[in-house]
């Protein structure tokens, strides 16, 4: 197997900035699993959060968004459900769309300024991230507006 561009690791640190938290109308994907795990972490239950924060988009459910396009848990440019965001967040930014070579990679990291910064992620750590991803997500690109704007439509799919 040939040798892949970032065999030797690649760093990346979010800022927190929330800029791709906001932006033109996206999704944000959930499972099941996920909208339990973020319930419980706002002591509310599963009703309460599908009524409040989601809406079903065809055969899946996309956390809601307000009027000037910020998603529901965007709160003085910070995520309140940072630690129970959803997969298509936690892993990002080792989706295959960005580590399909270096010009995608840098291309990304012109939409999203925790690229390229601190924490380091050896070649192993990159490909669990990017297998999680995948087996996470199952996102397929179903809608054009997932264009590189904010992460939710931009930083695109995984
Ligand atoms: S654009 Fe990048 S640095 Fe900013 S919040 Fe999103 S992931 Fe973090
Ligand atoms: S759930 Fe995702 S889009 Fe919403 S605020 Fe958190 S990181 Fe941003």
């Not at 561009?5 to 979010?14: M, P």
């Amino acid at each position: 197997m040939s040798r892949k561009w970032y065999a030797d690791g690649l760093h990346f640190s979010c800022q927190q900035c929330g800029k791709c938290c906001t932006g033109e109308p996206g999704y944000v994907w959930v499972t099941k699993e996920e909208l339990r795990e973020i319930a419980e972490f706002l002591k509310i239950s599963e009703k309460q959060l599908r009524a409040k924060y989601t809406h079903r988009a065809g055969w899946r459910i996309s956390l809601t968004e307000s009027a000037n396009g910020d998603c529901a848990f965007l709160a003085d440019e910070k995520c309140t459900i940072y630690p129970v965001r959803p997969a298509q967040y936690r892993n990002w930014p080792f989706w295959n769309l960005n580590l399909e070579n270096q010009s995608a990679w840098n291309r990304a990291a012109q939409r999203c300024c925790g690229i390229n910064k601190g924490e380091f992620y050896s070649f192993e750590k990159i490909e669990e991230e990017r297998r999680l991803t995948t087996k996470n997500t199952k996102v397929k690109k179903r809608n054009p507006r997932w264009a590189p704007q904010s992460r939710r439509n931009a930083i695109g799919d995984p």
